[in-house]
């Protein structure tokens, strides 16, 4: 469904047709031949076909246009181009009749009286006015709202006395999948392009943890090249309505770095009542941290380059774009909230089937591994309510 390919133009991959080059994932390659490390292409779920012309993927009705380079993958594809689940998943469910409500929030879900479950949700409209409130009622219910989203629910859920029996694990084994930021800057006057192409090119593989090769929107440009005080003055503009300006962070090679963390963060409902996050000693605590900065840091060395930790951050804090668990899946339910078939302990006919049932770090890309367990918990799903008749 993901149909993941190389990046026509990293090195080792040609691109005939066009003769792109992906300049930031040769430059890893660079460092990491004068370590003596391992690079290697990564394979990224994006679509390599025409422009200017969509073209159908083969999935319902969904059609897509070929990847421009324009590397704006990490917040939102103006292409269509990436197999988002949108365009694979969902879209193939709706040509066998799934119905989509989009503008649509859960918030809340509870046994019905019948069997089954109760699904309250608001529906606003485009510019975020409630259009009203309702509820839905089904024999099964799949939360797929990822790992803040299904882990928040199921907290005030439980909260609220609607589904008290849930696990005590409920909110633990959060993993931010050992994720860190670093910038690799140039001190010339000549800028090199390294926000051109898909996200990822390729990577460093370290065996503990990998580095990869990213690359920053355009409207982030600035920000990726100021230091604190201008980020937070910057950050304080957008939140008042303000327009970033397109600056390409031209001149910083943005690293990715992912590794196995210990997993020990715990989600839990905070101030206000929102999703608020506990780490012991905090993530800064974790070895892989210094190690991927310690790693990083060497690359910057080798290439003559300055080095920028937590180039995508605020006060020096880690980001991470794979949060894991919140929900995680164990043998038993006092160790998780959920079995390894995605069946949430205590509820039959509720399941989670996102990266929130993920109970560990995965030290790589976790998106392929997240879509083999959901698709696994489906066919689970299938084959149950066959023997049920």
């Not at 699904?119 to 485009?126: G, P, S, T």
């Not at 937590?310 to 991470?320: A, E, G, H, K, Q």
Request: net charge positive.
């Amino acid at each position: 469904m993901l149909r993941p390919r190389l990046v026509p133009g990293v090195p080792g991959v040609p691109d005939p047709d066009k003769g792109r080059v992906v300049a930031r994932a040769h430059t890893l390659k660079m460092a990491a031949d004068r370590t003596a490390a391992i690079w290697r292409a990564a394979p990224v779920a994006v679509h390599f076909g025409d422009e200017h012309t969509p073209e159908p993927n083969g999935h319902g009705k969904a059609r897509q246009l070929g990847c421009n380079y324009c590397g704006n993958c990490n917040f939102g594809c103006p292409q269509n181009a990436k197999n988002t689940v949108d365009l694979s998943y969902i879209a193939e469910a709706e040509s066998y009749g799934a119905e989509l409500r989009t503008l649509h929030q859960v918030t809340a879900i509870e046994p019905a009286s019948r069997g089954g479950y109760r699904v309250h949700y608001k529906r606003f409209d485009l510019h975020g006015r409630l259009q009203l409130s309702g509820f839905l009622e089904a024999d099964r219910v799949v939360l797929a709202a990822g790992t803040f989203g299904t882990t928040e629910l199921l907290l005030k859920c439980r909260q609220q006395g609607r589904l008290p029996n849930l696990s005590p694990a409920l909110g633990t084994r959060f993993s931010t999948n050992g994720n860190i930021t670093g910038g690799l800057r140039h001190k010339g006057p000549e800028p090199v392009e390294y926000t051109f192409g898909p996200v990822i090119g390729g990577l460093i593989d370290y065996g503990n943890f990998v580095i990869e090769d990213l690359t920053a929107p355009s409207w982030l440009g600035d920000y990726v090249t100021s230091g604190t005080l201008r980020r937070v003055l910057l950050l304080l503009r957008t939140l008042a309505g303000g327009k970033p300006k397109e600056k390409k962070s031209d001149g910083v090679l943005v690293l990715g770095g992912i590794g196995s963390d210990s997993a020990r963060g715990r989600l839990k409902l905070g101030r206000f009542n929102r999703l608020a996050l506990e780490w012991p000693d905090g993530i800064h605590s974790e070895p892989v941290v210094a190690e991927l900065h310690q790693k990083m840091r060497e690359l910057s060395s080798v290439l003559g380059l300055k080095y920028m930790p937590n180039v995508l951050s605020l006060f020096n804090s880690p980001v991470t774009i794979h949060p894991l668990g919140g929900c995680p899946m164990a043998d038993e339910a006092h160790a998780g909230v959920v079995d390894s078939f995605g069946r949430v302990y205590g509820y039959p006919g509720l399941y989670i089937a996102d990266g929130s049932i993920v109970p560990t770090a995965t030290g790589r890309n976790p998106t392929f591994t997240i879509a083999a367990l959901c698709e696994r918990i489906a066919e689970h799903m299938v084959q149950e309510a066959m023997s049920q008749g």
